[in-house]
């Protein structure tokens, strides 16, 4: 479902991702891992199309970027950090809007499900600015998952959350973004990535360092394997 | 047909947008309107003018207040859509970007003339004299769309700055300049009396700065929001 090769990013004269390999098959959930500074999160923007490559090949659901960008982005939900949301407009209203910017043909229909889904149907025309934190990122799911992506970006998810608030993010990431759906995601919460992901990806100084299952590692020891890999990294 | 239909679809969806939610939060059209009523104001309190006087000013007074209230809506329009990260909402669309730069344009636009149609009467009030002439109407339209068209392409430029509200002006007038004195001589030519043939020039050159500024608009915004 995503292919890259001997990826590079330069940004003037810094490098960020140096020659990165990388591929997630379909239905596979990747979390990808890495120190502050890694590029965790300009791999995502390529991925998503917002950030121009600066070498190497990137394919997502079988459209090369940044040639094929539009038809990526149809395939593409993104959810980030940032809600990417109106705090003017209502829920309803920021998803009609987005319905139309995705040319969806019956948008109010999908608009009614997708808020059921993620649980704010009594909050459809509040604006969004009267939202929590955790709401906001609710309905930044719905947003992503309104035109039925095949494949999910998450850029932290997590970030600014309360427990609580987290874990209701993990039963909506679960049951409405994750389900039946290619997914790569970056986060420092190891602990929620464990129990979301499949497979994890270390992103150390621009390339892959390691990737395995929880298989290779065993239930509980993902904080272990992450460390372990930085420290062989810094040896090297 | 469902290409274009979708483009269609995806300017009126970011005019109604930014138009609905300025509707409800009235930020930048009050910001707007309080500096141009307090520029036009200040003008009328520190230039005692005669009648004769009034009509060779007017027409610089009226642009440069525009063109500084323009500057704050345009800055405002898209800092909105930078600081909540909502531009890399609009760019994860499957739309040429062309259409989010015409769907920001046209609601600019909307926001200059919703300004203007306020302003107009206000200064015809202060200062004696009618606006309300079709041939100035037709230049202030004109102008405002030069304006307009270059301003959001810049604005979209300099938002991604730290200093983006400095960055916007000093873009900007420079490059507004040859709309902003046709519109000034034309809107002048108007309110002198002057006959239609001398003010006709200035018309056809912001005809032509318009189609140009929209036609460079329409081909570099991709590479401007683009890393």
Known sequence: MIRVKKLVKRFGLKTVLRGMDFSVENGEFVALIGPNGAGKSTFLRILASLTRPSMGSVSVAGFSLPKEAADVRRKLGVVSHQPLLYVDLTAAENLKFYGRMYNLPDVDTRIIEVLEMVGLTKRRDDLVRTYSRGMQQRLAIGRAVLHDPSVMLFDEPYTGLDQDASAMLDDVLRTVAARGRTVVMTSHDLARTEDLATRFDVLSRGKIAASATHKDFGSGNLLNFYKNVLEEGKKQ | ?227
């Open chain 2, 1 to 227: 047909m469902k290409k274009k239909n979708s483009y269609l679809r995806a300017i009126g969806a970011i005019a109604w947008k930014d138009l609905a939610a300025e509707l409800r939060s009235r930020e930048l059209l009050s910001a707007m309107l309080v500096f141009s009523l307090l520029v036009i104001l200040i003008f009328n309190f520190a230039l005692e003018l005669d009648a004769k006087t009034r009509n060779s000013v007017t027409a610089g007074v009226l642009w440069v207040t525009f063109v500084f209230a323009g500057t704050l809506g345009l800055n405002r329009s898209m800092a909105i859509e930078k600081d909540r990260g909502c531009l890399d909402g609009l760019l994860l669309a499957p739309v040429d970007r062309s259409a989010i730069y015409f769907g920001k344009a046209i609601s600019n636009l909307a926001f200059m003339f919703i300004v203007e149609i306020i302003i107009l009467p206000a200064y015809s009030f202060l200062y004696n004299i009618n606006l309300f002439q079709p041939g100035l109407l037709f230049v202030i339209f004109l102008g405002s769309i030069g304006y307009t068209a270059v301003g959001t392409l810049l604005s979209a430029m300099s938002v991604q700055t730290r200093t983006r509200d400095v960055m916007l002006p000093i873009l900007l007038f420079p490059v507004i300049v040859p709309v902003l004195i046709a519109a000034v001589k034309a809107s002048g030519g108007y309110l002198q009396k002057l006959p239609f043939d001398q003010i006709l020039p200035w018309i056809n050159l912001l005809i032509v700065y318009d189609i140009i500024f929209i036609a460079i608009s329409f081909m570099v915004f991709d590479y401007v929001v683009e890393e």
